[in-house]
């Protein structure tokens, strides 16, 4: 019964955002950017996770590679819910203003910093993901040729479009450490997404593999920020730390607290036990509350950017995450299907 309904609510939360985007495109356009970057990371995570297998090999991967190319034929929909974003660069980043309105520190970047420019840089990126995905789902025995280059291509690429549709929102900012850390934090996510789906159908064994390797890459995430705090805090240059000033006031220092204990704390404790790691009902645990954190963490990230917050983001967030989530929750379901109709 739940599985026809997904689409359904996924197409009602559709059309509430279409409503949204008629009223208010400006809130739309922001909802619509932190919703899919939020989805967007699922089937990034998975494709390192598969190349990753594709090198080092283990049973690990064999046992649970299914789920990772399912998660990774989402791609393509990442690639058109990231269509309507491009419609309102204007919009979305300050940067596009007359180069006489800008601070001087914007304007040295403005020749990286153009529309034209970005456009050319996101084909560049989902042509390169795309081919990814593709081969790494339909090409198995190209798997291993193309694994240590392809991981090569997913760092370079994500680090840039990191730069191009996180940090670039607040231009004057600048961090050498962001590509990593927003590297980790989508890895981090895909392996819970995809642990959470493994849990009940792997072998104990497995399922401590998945949970070591996914918690390296949570500790690696926590070095990552902890890095960028300390050098920009010490560093105490006025257009960096500005960054860290809008994502404590109000309400949002609230929610990166709680982000980043759903994100990490919380799994970290659970994960500290082998036992919790090899039973499927306290992974389940541990990655329903990380990828809750991640959803939070990634509203911390983008919607502080934003001068004012528009009253209509308060469901028009929510509703494009559903919408967005709803195609992917379908196209991960049938892939699946499709995998145990093939194997049985």
């Known amino acids: 019964m739940t599985r026809p309904l997904v689409p359904i609510i996924g ?3 559709l059309v509430i955002c279409l409503v949204g985007a008629f009223y208010d495109w400006t809130a739309f356009l922001r909802s619509w950017l932190v919703a899919s ?8 995570g998975a494709a390192a996770v598969l190349m990753t297998f594709a090198m080092i090999g283990g049973s690990w991967g064999q046992a649970s590679q299914g789920v990772w190319r399912a ?8 690639a058109l819910a990231m269509l309507p974003v491009l419609f309102g660069v204007d919009e979305l980043f300050s940067w596009t203003r007359p180069p006489s309105e800008l601070p001087e520190v914007v304007r040295r970047k403005l020749l990286y910093l153009n529309e034209p420019f970005l456009l050319v840089r996101w084909i560049v990126y989902f042509v390169v993901w795309l081919g990814l995905a593709w081969l790494l789902a339909f090409k198995a025995r190209l798997a291993r040729t193309i694994a240590a280059p392809g991981l090569i291509l997913w760092v370079f690429t994500l680090t840039f479009f990191s730069t191009d549709w996180y940090m670039s929102l607040e231009p004057e900012f600048y961090s050498d450490v962001f590509g990593l850390e927003r590297i980790c934090a989508m890895a981090a996510s895909g392996m819970a997404l995809g642990l959470w789906i493994l849990a009940p159908r792997v072998t104990p064994a497995v399922r401590k593999d998945i949970a070591n390797i996914w918690l390296a890459v949570l500790l690696s995430w926590a070095f990552m920020g902890f890095s960028q705090l300390i050098v920009i805090w010490s560093g105490n240059i006025p257009d960096e730390i500005i960054w860290y000033i809008h994502r404590a006031e109000g309400s949002w220092q609230w929610i990166g607290r ?3 204990v759903l994100f990490l704390l919380i799994p970290f404790a659970i994960l500290l036990s082998t036992s919790a790691k090899q039973s499927p009902g306290w992974l389940r645990i541990a990655t329903g509350i990380c990828l809750v954190g991640y959803v939070l963490q990634t509203q911390w990230m983008v919607l502080p950017a934003f001068e004012e917050w528009r009253a209509t983001q308060s469901w028009l967030v929510p509703a494009a995450l559903v ?6 929750v379908w196209v991960i379901g049938r892939s699946l299907e499709h995998q145990e109709a093939r194997d049985e």
Do not use: E, R
Not at 71 to 78: N, S
Not at 323 to 328: K, L, R, S
């Open 258 to 260: 709680m982000s980043f």
């Open 11 to 13: 197409l009602v939360a």
């Open 323 to 328: 919408a967005i989530g709803g195609g992917f």
């Open 71 to 78: 998660l990774t034929f989402t791609m393509p929909l990442f």
């Open 37 to 44: 970057l939020t989805w967007g990371a699922l089937p990034l």
